[in-house]
């Protein structure tokens, strides 16, 4: 009877090790023995398609990068993008498909603040890491919402910049704005009014408009009377170059100063010869800039993936953020898992990414990433400036 007992005890311990063994092993969501998944909900089509376009060129071409050199621990880095139209409700349900049909190990390069506040929780709850979400809204930097991954400064420290410079290096004390109609524009909004007030000033003059339309003549009707010198704007390319052209036809030609949102390559696109002088803060190097380590590898690898592409300010975003997410993978070691990745993120935090180090997690509070000023110029070219 001992002897059964013994003999019953070995086999189950074995096969609790065997099951424990294949648990560490790699069932893992998304991973295989091969590859690593990863799902991208963005908007893909319509008139803020840009920005989730560039965003998974950038990323596809760090991962083409990565697997040209093997992958990561022998596994190949993939990624399936869902188009969102820059909607919420299309995001909750494309992000829930990429989750729970396509299984994805983690999503990456979403675009848009009011989609991120619909699908957050959808990843938080389930523990999925978010990384490199294409906004700078403030309650993505909640350092509770540990599975989100951010690598860009926030509105407020772009808006921060513009009312620095427009107040200190123009002298400007009439200051409006133009933005979108939901939470992304109100982020921008709030840390407008929260730089003008450090400096004893307030806004001039507000105007707003619609996601995923261009009727800003209303917004133009408010923000003239007011006769702001400068404009800062809060939306995506279209609506804002339909607002700028508006201005010029009218006559009016204040300073416009945009978010790095906007998608600066496309709004130059959309601007034409009248983009000379527009301003756009951006949270990402130069990325016609070869001497920098990241951006020449950026090039090279953009090169390699599809050599009719351009550099611009969101692919290298979108680059950034693969190359980011195939260095903590890597130091999670040959077993990945969600969990470990994220642990990595957050304990580590600091990442060299082609001899530029990129923050994130907790230490993004004592080393936030920079924001600098970058203006149009009449070829519509891009030209960084230190002052305006």
Request: net charge neutral; proline share 5%; with cysteine.
């Amino acid at each position: 009877m001992y002897r059964f007992r013994s003999a019953t005890r070995i086999i189950l311990t074995i096969a609790l090790l065997a099951a424990t063994m294949l648990s560490a092993r790699g069932e893992e969501t998304g991973v295989s023995d091969d590859a690593i998944l990863f799902g991208q909900a963005a908007a893909l089509e319509g008139p803020s398609s840009a920005l989730g376009q560039r965003m998974r060129q950038g990323i596809v071409a760090a991962f083409t990068e990565i697997n040209a050199k093997g992958g990561v621990h022998g596994r190949k880095l993939q990624l399936l993008s869902r188009d969102d139209g820059y909607d919420p409700d299309r995001s909750v349900a494309q992000t829930l498909r990429l989750i729970e049909e396509d299984k994805v190990f983690a999503l990456i390069g979403a675009v848009g603040t009011p989609t991120a506040i619909a699908t957050i929780p959808i990843s938080s709850a389930r523990s999925v890491p978010f990384i490199g979400p294409f906004s700078g809204a403030e309650f993505l930097r909640d350092l509770e919402l540990s599975n989100v991954v951010n690598i860009r400064a926030s509105y407020g420290a772009e808006a921060e910049a513009w009312i620095k410079h427009l107040t200190e290096d123009r002298h400007f004390t009439r200051i409006g704005i133009f933005y979108q109609d939901d939470a992304f524009g109100r982020d921008g909004l709030t840390g407008v009014k929260r730089a003008l007030a450090k400096r004893g000033l307030e806004l001039a003059a507000e105007g707003t408009f619609e996601r995923n339309t261009r009727a800003v003549a209303s917004a133009w009707r408010m923000l003239k009377r007011a006769e702001p010198e400068a404009i800062v704007m809060v939306g995506t390319y279209g609506p804002c170059a339909e607002f700028i052209k508006l201005a010029h036809r009218s006559g009016f030609h204040p300073t416009f100063v945009n978010i790095s949102f906007v998608g600066a390559v496309a709004l130059a696109r959309e601007l034409g010869p009248e983009g000379e002088g527009v301003i756009v803060s951006q949270v990402v190097p130069f990325p016609w800039d070869r001497s920098l380590g990241l951006v020449a590898d950026y090039q090279t690898a953009q090169k390699a993936f599809d050599p009719a592409l351009t550099p611009d300010f969101v692919s290298l975003e979108g680059y950034l953020s693969g190359r980011l997410a195939a260095a903590a993978l890597e130091k999670a070691g040959p077993n990945p898992t969600r969990a470990e990745l994220l642990r990595v993120v957050n304990e580590i935090g600091r990442f060299d990414i082609g001899g530029s180090i990129v923050t994130v997690g907790p230490r993004m509070i004592d080393t936030p990433p920079k924001v600098f000023l970058t203006v149009i110029q009449k070829d519509g070219t891009f030209r960084a400036v230190d002052r305006l």
